[in-house]
């Protein structure tokens, strides 16, 4: 059974960079064609799709977000990451790391991980 | 961005009724070349992740019991829940993945009457 688990800080200074990485397991990040990708929920509030990669290193990102964000993949560890720039308060969200369903980019989710808070705080 | 919009935003239905969560899309879904619309649904419990219930509009995620079902074409679907459970009580999100970005409607809060 696939299973994504994210880690990384739960508390980010305002400008600084939010960094988390998903670890796949259960299945391989190179297998058939999925993208892998991070989604985010403010405390309270819906859901925002931030971008997805291929194990290649194709990347879509939500241009809202794409002046900030760089997703990458490590595929010796079967891992991706997700780097968010300039950080302020709105940023604080659950972030959720995700498999695609088809092999598209932005494509509707069937996995997801369960998620783990980072506060934007000083 | 294509935007989604849900209604209502809140929804109380009594243990077996029937609940009825509308999604509206700005633009159409509706993919001519293969007549598919590119609308999913999700479920979001308390402190989980959203799991998927619907795709293709209509199509159950393999383990969705069938008293869960989508309908709708082009800009205006619906999902309906008929004999409503007390584990039914989530959010409910609807989703395009038309174009990208992918964009969800704001959720519905669905609670037992």
């Known amino acids: 059974q696939l299973q994504l688990q994210e880690s990384g800080p739960g508390l980010v200074k305002p400008s600084e960079t939010l960094s988390l990485t998903c670890t796949v397991s259960?299945?391989?990040?190179?297998?058939?064609?999925?993208?892998w990708g991070w989604i985010r929920q403010p405390p309270g509030k819906g859901l925002e799709w931030i971008g997805t990669?291929?194990?290649?290193?194709?990347?879509y990102y939500n241009p809202s977000l794409k002046s900030r964000v760089t997703i990458s993949v490590d595929t010796s560890k079967n891992q991706f990451s997700l780097k968010l720039s300039s950080v302020t308060a709105a940023d604080t969200a659950v972030y959720y790391c995700?498999?695609?369903?088809?092999?598209?980019?932005?494509?509707?989710?069937?996995?997801w991980g369960q998620g783990t808070l980072v506060t934007v705080s000083s | 961005d294509i935007v989604m919009t849900q209604s209502p935003d809140s929804l109380a239905v009594s243990l077996g009724e029937r609940a009825t969560i509308n999604c509206k899309s700005s633009?159409?879904?509706?993919?001519?070349?293969?007549?598919?619309?590119?609308l999913a649904w999700y479920q979001q419990k308390p402190g989980q992740p959203p799991k998927l219930l619907i795709y293709?509009?209509?199509t159950r995620e393999s383990g969705v019991p069938d008293r869960f079902s989508g309908s709708g074409s082009g800009t205006d679907f619906t999902l309906t829940i008929s004999g409503l459970q007390a584990e039914d009580v989530a959010v409910y999100y609807c989703?395009?993945?038309?174009?990208?970005?992918?964009?969800f409607g704001q959720g519905t809060k669905l609670e037992i009457k």
């Open positions: 995700a498999k695609t369903a088809l092999s598209s980019g932005w494509s509707f989710t069937d996995y």
């Open positions: 259960g299945g391989s990040i190179r297998s058939n064609s999925y993208y």
């Open positions: 990669i291929y194990y290649s290193g194709t990347t």
């Open positions: 633009q159409s879904v509706l993919y001519s070349s293969n007549n598919k619309n590119y």
């Open positions: 293709w509009a209509s």
């Open positions: 989703q395009q993945h038309y174009s990208s970005p992918p964009t």
